[in-house]
C-alpha cells in the first residue's frame, strides 16, 4: 500500500491556466512533507518543507498548503518553464531519516 | 548551495561487471542516502547511512551494497551488474539524524547491457 499518493498522474495546462497537484499520505506520524521539483534527466530539486496542518509556503507562482491528510501545490498563471515533474515527499516518525516519495504529477504548460 | 555531485551522468556496463557509483556533499551533512528511479515506479530507496562506518538498508537492497569512509563520500557498489539494474541513480544527502529535507545529485544514467 503506497504511503504517499499523488494527483493526477499527468496534467496539461495552458500558460496562464492556474490549478492544483494533491498529494495525500497514510503516515502514523508527520514529520514534514516536502515538495520537489525535477526536471528531464536531472535530479530533483528541493522547493518547499511544511511541517503542521495549516501551514502555507510561496515561491514564485508556486504555494503549497498543508492539511492533515493531504497537501497541494497550488500553480497560478503557470509558464512554459514550469513544466516538469513534481515531487512530494514525507518524513513518517516510524521511517526514520529517509524520505517516503509519492511517484509524481508530470505537468505540461503549453503556451 | 548544498552542492551533491555524483561522479558520472552516464554510465554503460556490461552485465556482471562490479559497478561503483560515487557521490560527495560539501555541507557536513550527516546523512546521505542512495534512490533509484524507475518509470512508474517513482523513488525507491536503495541505502542510507547516517554517520561514517554506518549504513542501513532500503526498500530494495538486494545486489547493492554502499560504503561510506569519509563523511562527504558515499559510494554505492553493484556487486554483479544485472539489466535489472538499468536505471536513474539518485545521490542525496540531508543535515541532521531524524531527518530533514535531502538535496539530490543530478543522477546517474546507468545502463547494464
Known amino acids: 500500500e503506497d504511503q504517499v499518493t499523488q494527483s493526477p498522474e499527468a496534467l496539461r495546462l495552458q500558460e496562464g491556466e492556474s490549478s492544483s497537484l494533491n498529494c495525500s499520505y497514510t503516515?502514523?506520524?508527520?514529520?514534514?512533507l516536502f515538495w520537489y521539483r525535477q526536471d528531464p534527466g536531472k535530479g530533483p530539486e528541493f522547493l518547499f518543507t511544511?511541517?503542521?496542518a495549516g501551514e502555507e509556503k510561496e515561491k514564485e507562482r508556486l504555494k503549497a498548503t498543508l492539511t492533515k491528510k493531504e497537501s497541494f501545490l497550488h500553480i497560478t498563471a503557470p509558464k512554459p518553464e514550469d513544466s516538469a515533474t513534481y515531487l512530494c515527499?514525507?518524513?513518517?516518525?516510524?521511517?526514520?531519516?529517509?524520505?517516503?516519495f509519492g511517484k509524481g504529477t508530470t505537468l505540461s504548460v503549453s503556451s | 548551495d548544498v552542492k551533491v555531485t555524483q561522479s558520472s551522468r552516464y554510465l554503460v556496463k556490461r552485465t556482471g561487471e562490479k559497478v561503483f557509483l560515487e557521490c560527495v556533499q560539501d555541507m557536513d551533512h550527516e546523512n546521505m542516502f542512495w534512490y533509484r528511479q524507475d518509470p512508474g515506479l517513482g523513488l525507491r530507496l536503495i541505502y542510507f547511512?547516517?554517520?561514517?562506518?554506518?549504513?542501513e538498508k532500503g526498500d530494495i537492497p538486494e545486489g547493492y551494497s554502499v560504503s561510506r569512509e569519509k563523511k562527504e563520500r558515499f559510494s554505492l557498489i553493484l556487486e554483479s551488474a544485472s539489466t535489472n539494474q538499468t536505471s536513474m541513480y539518485l545521490c542525496?544527502?540531508?543535515?541532521?539524524?531524524?531527518?530533514?529535507?535531502?538535496?539530490f545529485g543530478q543522477g546517474t544514467r546507468l545502463t547494464v547491457v
Open positions: 511544511l511541517y503542521s
Open positions: 503516515v502514523s506520524g508527520l514529520r514534514g
Open positions: 547511512s547516517y554517520d561514517v562506518k554506518m549504513k
Open positions: 515527499a514525507v518524513l513518517d516518525n516510524q521511517a526514520g531519516t529517509a524520505l517516503i
Open positions: 542525496a544527502s540531508s543535515l541532521v539524524r531524524g531527518g530533514t529535507e535531502a538535496f
